[in-house]
Nanobody
Framework: QVQLVESGGGLVQAGGSLRLSCAASGSIFSINAMAWYRQAPGKQRELVADITSGGSTNYVDSVKGRFTISRDNAKNTVYLQMNSLKPEDTAVYYC???????????????WGQGTQVTVSS
């Protein structure tokens, strides 16, 4: 089995910073892309940022210049550094990873349980 465990969410004032972490564990052969999504109340889940195994990144326009995604391949961990937070960043943030398990030929998507980020004005 594979698990993604997130940490680092919380309550912060507008303009503040938070750093989310997501560690993958289990019978992992390789990890391809990793990503962070978020879902605000009453809204659809949206891609915030993703990063390939080689380190190429992509961001939704609303977070460009404020958020930075990174990964530590040795630790099977992805991070999201969030600076200059705004109330509209309030959401549950989910980690996602495309993982190939040991003994399997294909990779599959895995999700974390979600971590709440609340930005007060």
């Amino acid at each position: 089995q594979v698990q993604l465990v997130e940490s680092g969410g919380g309550l912060v004032q507008a303009g503040g910073s938070l750093r989310l972490s997501c560690a993958a564990s289990g019978s992992i052969f390789s990890i391809n892309a990793m990503a962070w999504y978020r879902q605000a109340p009453g809204k659809q889940r949206e891609l915030v940022a993703d990063i390939t195994s080689g380190g190429s990144t992509n961001y939704v326009d609303s977070v460009k210049g404020r958020f930075t995604i990174s990964r530590d391949n040795a630790k099977n961990t992805v991070y999201l550094q969030m600076n200059s937070l705004k109330p509209e960043d309030t959401a549950v943030y989910y980690c996602n990873a495309d993982i190939r398990r040991r003994g399997f030929a294909r990779s599959h998507d895995y999700w974390g349980q979600g971590t709440q980020v609340t930005v007060s004005s």
